[in-house]
């Protein structure tokens, strides 16, 4: 079994071209994987139409496995 860590990282910027994360999301990866979470997935679930598509967020998804004395 696992379990499943998700981190927001919202994006600031209005056009395409100043889009950017708001956090370091590299300095994030690294700080989960020393916790021993193990990257799997970058999500961007949220587009804005109004925006021409472009994400407002992404989520990082991390997954470790349990203990096993769950």
Known sequence: MYHYKFVKIELGGFWISTKKPK????????EHA??????????????SVMG????EYFEL?????????W
Request: no cysteine; proline share 6%; charged share 25%.
């Open 34 to 47: 020393r916790e021993g979470w193990r990257l799997v997935q970058i999500f961007a679930p949220s587009v």
């Open 23 to 30: 956090g370091d999301y590299h300095q994030l990866i690294e």
């Open 52 to 55: 021409g598509g472009i994400p």
């Open 61 to 69: 998804i991390f997954e470790r496995e349990m203990d096993s004395s």
